[in-house]
């Protein structure tokens, strides 16, 4: 069955660095693209980031263009978003969830990692 | 960018009554729309896809329609596990923006 299972998350400090990873089971990783999503608490769904197939596409919200660097590790079945410059209302939980071919709806999530900018 | 409005921002309503909650977006997205249900503490759940056509293993109670800026999504027969949040997305052109939500009360 598909698995999405996020990890890295956690209490950081304005300013810095944080790198999400999101590993994946169940399907072949290399034939789907994937994208990140955050929730801020209390609020509703902002769309961060895709990665096309074969990570040759990336896109990303204005939100965080600039700043998070959105990759892939097709033999490690893994994919990652690397955070800089992380700032107060970046607080949110992450999920990684797959997009069905070729790149719409978003079929599978994962649970969902938090990140705390916090001095 | 495509902006996602959504309507009502909440609802509460009876078991066994019909919902309809409203996904308009700034400009026309075909039937590239898709609904998600969110219950706390939990990831979102994809529901329907392409405007109207049910994610395999949901329930015929929800259903999807509209095209170009205006859908609906209704949902029948409410049970006290229909309360969450639901999120519509457009999936026609990045970023693939969601609505603000609506969240559904069952009285």
């Known amino acids: 069955q598909v698995q999405l299972v996020e990890s890295g998350g956690g209490v950081v400090q304005p300013g810095t660095s944080l790198r999400l990873s999101c590993a994946a089971s169940?399907?072949?990783?290399?034939?789907?693209?994937m994208h990140w999503v955050r929730q801020a608490p209390g609020k509703g769904l902002e769309w961060v980031a895709v990665i096309s197939h074969d990570g040759n596409i990336r896109n990303y919200a204005d939100s965080v263009r600039g700043r998070f660097t959105i990759s892939r590790d097709s033999s490690k079945n893994t994919l990652f978003l690397q955070m800089t410059s992380l700032r107060a209302d970046d607080t949110a939980v992450y999920f990684c969830?797959?997009?069905?071919?070729?790149?719409?709806?978003?079929?599978?999530w994962g649970q969902g990692t938090l990140v705390t900018v916090s001095s | 960018d495509i902006q996602m409005t959504q309507s009502p921002s909440a609802l509460a309503a009876s078991v066994g009554d019909r919902v309809t909650i409203t996904c308009r977006a700034s400009?026309?997205?075909?039937?590239?729309l898709n609904w998600y249900q969110q219950k706390p503490g939990h990831a979102p759940n994809l529901l329907i896809y392409?405007?109207?056509s049910l994610e395999s293993g949901v329930p015929s109670k929800f259903s999807g329609s509209g095209s170009g800026t205006d859908f609906t999504l209704d949902i029948s027969s409410l049970q006290p596990e229909d309360s969450a949040t639901y999120y519509c997305q457009q999936s026609y052109s990045m970023p693939y923006n969601f609505g603000q939500g609506t969240k559904l009360e069952i009285k």
């Open positions: 969830a797959r997009a069905r071919l070729p790149d719409t709806e978003l079929d599978y």
């Open positions: 169940g399907f072949t990783f290399s034939s789907y693209a």
């Open positions: 400009q026309s997205i075909s039937r590239f």
């Open positions: 392409e405007t109207s």
